[in-house]
């Protein structure tokens, strides 16, 4: 229906072996055709929606302090045309519609604590500014902030990681905004062997 694109993207890192500094940058397009939900669903779907275009671009910095610390900070920066977004036509009904031009920019920080070989713990904190263009109003369901804890480990074959996200408010289709909430996921696996690898994926264990 939309044919075909082409897309390119270029990532380069360079690190800084007397300071363990790693500097990295990354640039790309993105193409992404309407889903057959968006086209054909029998209340909200438009056949006459266009793919998504992307230009993002990001650069950040790694540094590792002693032995068990690691910092991270990166910048994205996303230019985005023909977006795809739930619109609301009144009446409680909605539709998904191409609202123009956005941008969505932000910065991404973390700091990793190894405990051991085996085991890390990780706070990081994302901040996301995203906008349309038009009028400057935020995009729909995308929160301004979220920090995350997350604690993983490997005993032989067993592997556990668990995550807890405070994650921002956001705005509804109905301009109406949507709480901050807290989320709580965890992952436990075990290796039988070189071919097979059991996991036990449980998410929103609290429910929120």
């Known amino acids: 229906m939309f044919g075909t694109h082409s897309t390119f993207s270029l990532s380069g890192s360079y690190i800084i072996e007397q300071t363990n500094t790693k500097i990295k940058a990354s640039f790309g397009e ?32 790694e540094q590792k302090l002693g032995h068990s610390f690691t910092f991270g900070s990166t910048y994205f920066h996303t ?5 795809i977004d739930w619109v609301s036509t009144g009446g409680g009904t909605s539709i998904y519609k191409n609202v123009g031009k956005s941008r969505i920019y932000g910065i991404e920080n973390f700091l990793k604590y190894s405990i051991s070989d085996s085991s890390s713990f990780t706070i990081s904190y994302t901040y ?3 906008r349309k263009t038009a009028n400057n109003s935020r995009l ?38 949507l ?3 807290i989320l709580a996921n965890i992952v436990l696996n075990y290796q039988m062997n070189n071919n097979l690898n059991l996991f036990l994926r449980l998410d929103n264990i609290l429910d929120k």
């Open 179 to 181: 709480k901050s909430y």
């Open 79 to 83: 230019h985005i045309k023909n977006l």
């Open 140 to 177: 729909l369901r995308r929160p301004n902030n979220k920090l995350t804890a997350k604690f993983k480990t490997q005993l032989g074959k067993f592997g556990l990681s668990t995550d807890l996200s405070y994650v921002g408010n956001r705005i509804d289709s109905s301009d109406a905004k």
């Open 30 to 61: 993105g193409f992404k055709a309407p889903s057959l939900y968006q086209l054909f669903d029998s209340s909200s779907g438009n056949l006459g929606l266009n793919p998504e275009e992307s230009e993002s671009y990001e650069a950040g910095i």
């Open 128 to 130: 996301m500014n995203a």
